[in-house]
């Protein structure tokens, strides 16, 4: 049955990505709120499928602390379910920062090219950065948020890597409150796996961090702290004893 149900999921994402990438270049000339707006019914509609089909629920926790206003999203990358969720559940537009190869991605890469967010050309080494903090002023002008994973890559349940500095660095050259993130997503859809499991993922979101008079390296340190802080009471038997 569980093979059953994660092939079906895959053949409804494949079903459905690919009108909706038609309707993107479509309704390409349209305002680039609308855009969004209709662009983002995809990322729900799947993981209402990973609901209906597969059993993943999902809760939020601590929706009071997203701000009406300025921030930037550090979460916990598990798997791909949380690149799905983001942008359709979150209040605000969301700019991933992500490598600039992703366009070149049939059909999702097509319709990620359209929503303006924040590519990166890794092949400039540390000029790469300079661009994310130039475009990602823009996008927050813009009264967007934008979402990077500090932890760079997936990571398995249990585990934590190390928090790369970029989303504080861009938090403290902007001046921009953080909203850290925690969720075990990967508890029901781990990386790469092709058959997922049924269950509850909880988002949770921490209070704002305001970078304000801090430096990067201190401000790194708060969101590890939060988010892996959480991590231990979203899924303390995962954890040894402290």
Same mark, same amino acid.
């Given at each position: 049955?569980?093979?059953?149900?994660?092939?079906?999921?895959?053949?409804?994402?494949?079903?459905?990505?690919?009108?909706?990438?038609?309707?993107?270049?479509?309704?390409?000339?349209?305002?680039?709120?609308?855009?969004?707006?209709?662009?983002?019914?995809?990322?729900?509609?799947?993981?209402?499928?990973?609901?209906?089909?597969?059993?993943?629920?999902?809760?939020?926790?601590?929706?009071?602390?997203?701000?009406?206003?300025?921030?930037?999203?550090?979460?916990?990358?598990?798997?791909?379910?949380?690149?799905?969720?983001? #942008?359709?559940?979150?209040?605000?537009?969301?700019?991933?920062?992500?490598?600039?190869?992703?366009?070149?991605?049939?059909?999702?890469?097509?319709?990620?090219?359209?929503?303006?967010?924040?590519?990166?050309?890794?092949?400039?080494?540390?000029?790469?950065?300079?661009?994310?903090?130039?475009?990602?002023?823009?996008?927050?002008?813009?009264?967007?948020?934008?979402?990077?994973?500090?932890?760079?890559?997936?990571?398995? #349940?249990?585990?934590?890597?190390?928090?790369?500095?970029?989303?504080?660095?861009?938090?403290? !050259?902007?001046?921009?409150?953080?909203?850290?993130?925690?969720?075990?997503?990967?508890?029901?859809?781990? !990386?790469?796996?092709?058959?997922?499991?049924?269950?509850?993922?909880?988002?949770?979101?921490?209070?704002?961090?305001?970078?304000?008079?801090?430096?990067?390296?201190?401000?790194?340190?708060?969101?590890?702290?939060?988010?892996?802080?959480?991590?231990?009471?979203?899924?303390?038997?995962?954890?040894?004893?402290?």
């Amino acid at each position: 049955m569980a093979i059953f149900r994660a092939t079906l999921y895959q053949l409804f994402l494949l079903i459905t990505v690919i009108p909706y990438a038609i309707a993107c270049m479509l309704w390409s000339p349209l305002p680039l709120s609308l855009r969004y707006k209709l662009t983002a019914g995809w990322p729900r509609l799947a993981v209402w499928g990973a609901k209906v089909i597969l059993g993943i629920r999902w809760q939020l926790k601590g929706a009071e602390n997203l701000p009406d206003g300025p921030g930037i999203l550090l979460s916990k990358h598990q798997s791909a379910w949380e690149t799905l969720f983001f #942008p359709a559940y979150m209040p605000r537009e969301l700019c991933f920062v992500y490598k600039k190869e992703l366009h070149w991605v049939p059909f999702f890469g097509w319709g990620l090219a359209l929503l303006r967010m924040i590519p990166i050309d890794r092949s400039k080494g540390r000029d790469a950065f300079e661009q994310v903090v130039r475009t990602g002023q823009q996008r927050i002008n813009e009264g967007r948020w934008p979402i990077l994973f500090p932890e760079g890559t997936r990571i398995a #349940p249990g585990k934590a890597g190390r928090y790369k500095m970029g989303g504080a660095l861009l938090a403290t !050259r902007t001046n921009t409150p953080i909203i850290p993130v925690a969720h075990n997503a990967g508890e029901c859809w781990r !990386r790469k796996a092709f058959i997922k499991k049924p269950g509850l993922v909880t988002v949770s979101i921490g209070p704002l961090i305001d970078p304000t008079g801090l430096t990067p390296d201190v401000v790194n340190q708060k969101v590890r702290d939060w988010i892996e802080t959480e991590m231990r009471v979203l899924n303390p038997e995962r954890y040894g004893p402290n």
